[in-house]
């Protein structure tokens, strides 16, 4: 028997079906299993889901896949058929306890529990549940949208039977054609551990010089899709906020600094500003035009009338891009001279430095966090800048930055055959270098 | 005079979901990139190679870039000088370039040989593009003023198999869906991540629109930025090259076949030539019995596995009889039996093809023989087909105009 036959998953039970990741995990499920039930606080909110979850896959044929309840009139019944309960409230350690104990007393002893949490601890929880339901139960963290970003976060609790998060990763992998990295169970788990504390920094570095030119200085040259500002403003203010704060307060580490949340930005996020979803962020459209966030004031002024200083090497490092000529762009960078590049700089050395010293902590191996960098956060992985700055121009590059380097890329410098650090040949790094 | 054999080392393809226009590349990034990834997996030095081919069919229209062997020349020093060219034959630009390059290397020219096949497509909104891919149909005559007139004339394809044999739009809703799950497994397949299912693909309407006659979207290949580059070379190269490998020579695979044929441009002369005739494209049928003739292989049982040109399922459709898979006309069962599934026993598209996984177009040819090369030496990854040793491709220029098929195997 093959590890995939192992378990029949013919009924998935969605928790939370309304919500963005609810409808979205909903909706990917329903690519590989023929029955999907989008449970809400009502059967009316449970089909505003199974709307969305249509609208974002663009095909009718998902509604044949599914049905809609609500937690009162069908959570028992549904549950207790299901062979994997998916969770996907809201962030809440509270709430999703609360559901939780509606889940265990519903289930079968044999169903998966898995919930879409972001960076909340497995182990606790499932603490005080039953055997069977802690056996059960882990994480399974999709990123927002979840049917269309592949990268995928697996963590077991305490009590998770290896059994069950092999099967789990194995389901991912080939059924719901997920990139699977399994992480430790630490706070915000591997992907989102690593990025928002470049995400934050970029907000640090925003009360300074403001978001136009950090947007600019960390943009997409420095191998990434979307600039950070703008990212966060797209993931929601919020959320960036609960990331940042549950990392500051439950894992403090060599960075620890890096990851307070600017005075400036919290206020705003409790006076409303929540990014995109609120109408504004960082940055905000407006009669077809660009406006920037003065983060001291509140206010917004046209992006046109903000004066960047000359970023001469951003241009140059982008042309080398748009040749395909990505080494010889990342040579640039590291040699250009003044203070904007050098700020670049401390930030994209933190982010090598920061990822590789997590290694062993928050996931296993270089790998896996390179995997999730890429096809979580569509950022170039760090293994993989290492590789192409050349592993001694990457330690000089921390080490000027003032940071310590970690002992993996000392190796690395160290190594005369100079072995690859990224190793995922389908995963092409050329793409996250986008020119300009 | 005996010719020399022609091997196949290997090569490698970007990832065909990219879109190389939102990423502000130029036309030379997608070639440096491809060219680069193929000389590093294959480990093969760029002083090694001695001359160059480019298929591509129009980035004088998508891309304003004419003269595109000289490209080759700007991905490394040593390229400087090496003699290079382009091909163009629409849709089969990347397997006319192939035979350019093996039919070098038969007449002992050179010992090793890039190919590349590339195309940037999504500089234009698909409209523009429907419009210059009806440059590889006779233009005045079958495309201008057509909106998107080549899913319109392979649903004339769909219609002549109708009218001759019957035809079941449900079959060729199956042959989407099985490229769209095949797409899956491969990862650089345009749709790997794509929602499709049966259902999906069977229905019509506002999710899956009709295009052209019979032809949905759901039946249409990609438009796709992407890039396949692979490496030929000589019996002598060859050993060389297996030698610093640790291989036997015996263990690579070389080109045992090929066929090639052009039939008239438009699609209505093609199909008053073969009106009474047991083959709706007898050309097509021509070339794929060619290679298979050359490759000393009798039949489709033979045949491990197949890469064809699926740039609409109707196209799929044909190729199934006309690779004698069934008699003509009876495809149909092929698809119903589920013989040309990945695990069936004739797979077609375990990559997921042009619908599945993508059609830059002047690449697909070059794509395709790369695929070819890593069934037949169990490298496809999630998509290989258990034990495969001979692989046939076929890859076809405009309606069913110019056909080339390769069987390779070790």
């Known amino acids: 028997m093959t590890l995939l036959s192992s378990r029949k998953i013919e009924r998935v039970v969605v928790l939370g079906a309304n919500g963005t990741m609810g409808y979205g995990s909903a909706a990917l499920f329903t690519r590989a299993v023929p029955r999907v039930c989008f449970l809400a606080r009502s059967r009316e909110k449970a089909g505003q889901g199974l709307a969305a979850a249509i609208r974002q896959v663009r095909s009718q044929s998902l509604a044949s896949r599914a049905t809609v309840g609500s937690y009162d009139a069908d959570l028992d019944a549904e549950v207790q058929q299901a062979d994997w309960v998916f969770e996907a409230l809201a962030e809440d350690f509270a709430l999703k306890k609360q559901i939780f104990d509606r889940v265990e007393k519903a289930r079968r002893g044999d169903s998966i529990v898995a919930t879409v949490s972001s960076g909340l601890s497995i182990s606790a929880l499932a603490e005080g549940r039953s055997e069977s339901f802690r056996r059960n139960f882990l994480g399974l963290h999709l990123f927002n949208p979840p049917n269309v970003i592949a990268g995928c976060e697996l963590i077991a609790g305490r009590d998770t039977h290896p059994g069950v998060v092999d099967f789990t990763e194995a389901f991912a992998r080939a059924r719901l054609g997920r990139e699977v990295v399994r992480c430790a169970d630490t706070p915000a788990f591997a992907g989102n551990r690593v990025g928002f504390k470049v995400l934050n920094e970029a907000v640090q570095l925003a009360e300074r010089h403001g978001p136009l030119l950090v947007d600019r200085l960390i943009g997409p040259y420095t191998g990434r899709s979307l600039p950070p500002l703008a990212t966060i403003d797209l993931v929601g203010w919020d959320v960036h906020r609960a990331i940042v704060e549950n990392i500051y307060q439950n894992a403090p580490d060599e960075a620890h600094e890096t990851l307070r949340l600017p005075d400036s930005m919290s206020r705003l996020c409790e006076s409303g500003t929540l990014g995109d979803k609120s109408g504004g962020g960082f940055f905000k459209q407006q009669d077809g035009s660009r406006l920037v966030l003065d983060l001291a004031t509140g206010e917004y002024a046209p992006e046109s009338e903000i004066a960047l200083p000359p970023l001469d090497f951003i241009d140059e490092v982008a042309r080398l891009h748009s040749q395909g000529r990505y080494r010889e762009g990342l040579a640039v960078f590291l040699a250009a001279q003044g203070e904007w590049a050098e700020c670049a700089r401390r930030v994209i050395a933190g982010y090598i430095a920061y990822a590789l010293a997590r290694v062993g902590e928050v996931c296993e191996r270089l790998s896996d966090l390179d995997r999730i960098m890429a096809t979580g956060f569509n950022w170039a992985p760090p293994g993989a800048l290492v590789d192409w700055m050349g592993p001694g121009a990457a330690l000089r590059l921390v080490e000027n930055s003032g940071l310590e380097a970690p002992a993996l890329l000392r190796e690395a410098a160290r190594d005369a055959q100079g072995a690859r650090l990224f190793r995922e040949s389908h995963i092409n790094i050329g793409k996250f270098f986008v020119a300009g | ?410």
């Open chain 2, 1 to 410: 005079m005996a010719v020399s054999e022609v091997y196949v080392l290997g090569g490698y393809q970007t990832d065909f979901s990219r879109n190389w226009t939102k990423e502000n590349k130029h036309f030379s990034a997608l070639m440096r990139e491809c060219v680069e990834g193929a000389l590093e997996r294959c480990e093969i030095a760029p002083e090694e190679v001695q001359s160059a081919h480019v298929g591509n069919f129009a980035a004088e229209l998508y891309c304003k870039q004419g003269h595109l062997g000289a490209f080759f020349t700007e991905v490394h020093p040593s390229f400087s000088g090496l003699p290079t060219s382009r091909h163009e034959a629409a849709c089969a630009s990347g397997s006319i370039a192939l035979l350019a390059a093996a039919a070098e290397i038969e007449a002992g020219r050179y010992g090793l040989q890039a190919v590349v096949g590339i195309e940037q497509m999504k500089t234009v909104s698909p409209a523009q593009g429907g419009e210059f891919l009806g440059t590889a149909a006779w233009f005045a005559d079958e495309a201008q003023g057509v909106e998107f007139p080549f899913p319109k004339l392979f649903g004339r394809l769909g219609d002549e198999y109708d009218e001759r044999y019957g035809l079941d739009d449900a079959h060729l809703a199956e042959i989407s869906r099985i490229n769209y799950e095949n797409a899956q497994r491969n990862p650089n397949a345009q749709t790997r991540h794509w929602y499709m299912n049966a259902e999906h693909a069977k229905s019509r309407g506002d999710d899956n629109p009709v295009v052209g006659g019979r032809i949905r979207v759901s039946d249409c290949s990609q438009v796709t930025d992407g890039a396949a580059c692979v490496f030929l070379a000589s019996r002598d190269y060859a050993k060389k090259f297996a030698r610093g490998a640790g291989l036997k020579l015996s263990e690579l695979p070389r080109i045992k076949g090929w066929g090639h044929n052009t039939a008239r441009l438009r699609f209505a002369d093609k199909i008053s030539e073969s009106r009474g005739q047991r083959y709706v494209l007898p050309h097509v049928r021509s070339t794929i019995e060619s290679a298979m003739r050359r490759a000393g292989i009798a039949d489709v049982n033979g045949i491990d596995g197949i890469e064809t040109h699926d740039c609409f399922t109707t196209s799929e459709y044909m190729a199934i009889d006309h690779f004698g898979i069934t008699a003509p006309g009876e495809s149909w069962k092929a698809v119903e039996e589920g013989w040309i599934a990945a695990d069936g026993r004739h797979p077609i598209n375990p990559s997921g093809g042009l619908i599945g996984a993508g059609h830059p177009v002047g690449a697909t040819g070059v794509r395709q023989m790369l695929d070819a090369f890593l069934q037949v030496t169990g490298r496809a990854g999630d998509y290989q087909v258990e034990g495969a040793r001979n692989f046939q491709t076929l890859n076809i220029g405009g309606s069913g105009t110019t056909s080339v098929s390769f069987v390779v195997g070790r």
